[in-house]
């Protein structure tokens, strides 16, 4: 019965405090963003290091505002925290991952680019291994034809946590590059030449 209150007590409160943390570390930190054109108004599919995913909402809502995405996110309970957060920014939510409801989650996916909806997905979520890419953005570009663009998050200054995905919080007062690649077409490769791909694209300004 603890569990059961202590849990939907953190889901009302982390949401909101950490909805409160990222606009505190945005705002008081200088931002660098690069990219070579505006982001695209068609459906793109958005992949971005788990680790890496605290500052993306934010991001995108600099180029989209207000947003038009769902974002891929584990039904687990800590998924449920980050999906409680990136919902106070106006993101929408696919529940699932490619280790579990992989299929559904797929569909739901392709429904939403169908609609007109981009996606944002971590390739390496919800349980690792860190900065592995799983099938699921492969699988969702190749069977929609759309492209994706990889997001990089890399703050000078940074906490590290000790988790699976080494997840980064910038610290105040530094700056955070922001990478965004040109859209990708990977709908044609092979999934292990797109998995290497991907990886190597989303590791190219790596600490």
């Not at 849990?7 to 982390?14: E, G, I, P, Y």
């Not at 690069?34 to 993306?56: E, Q």
Request: hydrophobic share 40%.
């Amino acid at each position: 019965m603890f569990k059961k209150y202590s849990r939907a007590l953190a889901s009302t409160l982390v949401p909101i405090i950490g909805s409160w943390l990222i606009r505190f570390l945005y705002l008081t930190n200088k931002k660098e963003f690069h990219t070579n054109n505006p982001l695209p108004a068609d459906p793109t599919i958005y992949a971005c290091w788990h680790g890496d995913l605290m500052m993306f909402a934010h991001s995108y809502l600099r180029y989209k505002n207000p947003p038009h995405v769902k974002a891929v996110i584990s039904s687990h309970f800590d998924g449920t925290l980050i999906a409680g957060t990136l919902q106070k920014f106006g993101l929408e939510i696919i529940a699932g991952s490619s280790n579990k409801n992989a299929a559904r989650v797929l569909i739901q996916a392709i429904k939403a680019l169908k609609e007109g909806y981009d996606i944002g997905i971590t390739p390496d979520g919800p349980r690792g291994p860190r900065h592995e890419v799983a099938d699921g953005v492969i699988a969702m570009a190749s069977k929609t034809g759309k492209k994706v663009i990889l997001v990089e998050i890399r703050p000078e200054s940074y906490w590290q946590l000790s988790s699976w995905d080494k997840f980064v919080i910038p610290k105040p007062f530094g700056t955070i590059h922001f990478y965004y690649s040109d859209p990708l077409d990977i709908a044609s490769m092979e999934s292990e030449a797109a998995r290497e791909f991907i990886k190597a694209g989303l590791l190219k300004h790596a600490h």
